[in-house]
T-cell receptor
Framework: AQKITQTQPGMFVQEKEAVTLDCTYDTSDQSYGLFWYKQPSSGEMIFLIY??????QNATEGRYSLNFQKARKSANLVISASQLGDSAMYFC?????????????FGQGTILTVHP | DTGVSQDPRHKITKRGQNVTFRCDPI?????LYWYRQTLGQGPEFLTYFQNEAQLEKSRLLSDRFSAERPKGSFSTLEIQRTEQGDSAMYLCASSNSGQTEQFFGPGTRLTVL
């Protein structure tokens, strides 16, 4: 079984500053994928970034980067230059196995609030 | 490309009634997933289809829940004899071969009175 732990129920950041959202995972699979999704108050889940367990480089997508530390089983999301529109719930998720399909197991989420 | 659509967006029902939700995936996506999300929690996996075949079901999917994807396009999720504990957001997602991410719909919020 897979498990995601997000220990920060809420985070606050000033606009234009960087913020790190923590995520640790547990899996017995050697091959897996890690995801971050954003859920604004409208409810729709928006894909942000993906990291494969065998990827040597940390994933980056625009202002989002994933700080992947395999030995520590952590996959923290870093948002640079925060914007007011970044205020939302953020979920870390894992998909076990080396395929591109299969269920995602999500953490409990972190609410991010960006202050002007 | 239109996104994943779900209907209805909101459903209020009385305990004991049956409800059915529909999900239309992104065109030509062969994989379709159902998740359930309760307030303050992350989504929990319910079931997964590849084309019309239901390949995996969570133990959360009790015998009151049934999902179908008869022609490998849209899917329906039916809950029979609803209970107050079924109140949640029901999310549908789709993906295609070779894609890593799943694309989510806006969800159907169910309230059981």
């Amino acid at each position: 079984a897979q498990k995601i732990t997000q220990t920060q129920p809420g985070m606050f950041v000033q606009e234009k500053e960087a913020v790190t959202l923590d995520c640790t995972y547990d899996t017995s699979d050697q091959s897996y994928g890690l995801f971050w999704y954003k859920q604004p108050s409208s409810g729709e889940m928006i894909f942000l970034i993906y990291q494969g367990s065998y990827d040597e480089q940390n994933a980056t997508e625009g202002r989002y980067s994933l700080n992947f530390q395999k030995a520590r089983k952590s996959a923290n999301l870093v948002i640079s230059a925060s914007q007011l529109g970044d205020s939302a719930m953020y979920f870390c998720a894992i998909r076990a196995g080396g395929t591109s399909y299969g269920k995602l197991t999500f953490g409990q989420g972190t609410i991010l609030t960006v202050h002007p | 490309d239109t996104g994943v659509s779900q209907d209805p967006r909101h459903k209020i029902t009385k305990r004991g009634q049956n409800v059915t939700f529909r999900c239309d995936p992104i065109s030509e996506h062969n994989r379709l997933y159902w998740y359930r999300q309760t307030l303050g929690q992350g989504p929990e996996f319910l079931t997964y289809f590849q084309n019309e075949a239901q390949l995996e079901k969570s133990r959360l999917l009790s015998d009151r829940f049934s999902a179908e994807r008869p022609k490998g396009s849209f899917s329906t999720l039916e809950i029979q004899r609803t209970e107050q504990g079924d109140s949640a957001m029901y999310l549908c997602a789709s993906s295609n071969s070779g894609q890593t991410e799943q694309f989510f719909g806006p969800g159907t919020r169910l309230t059981v009175l």
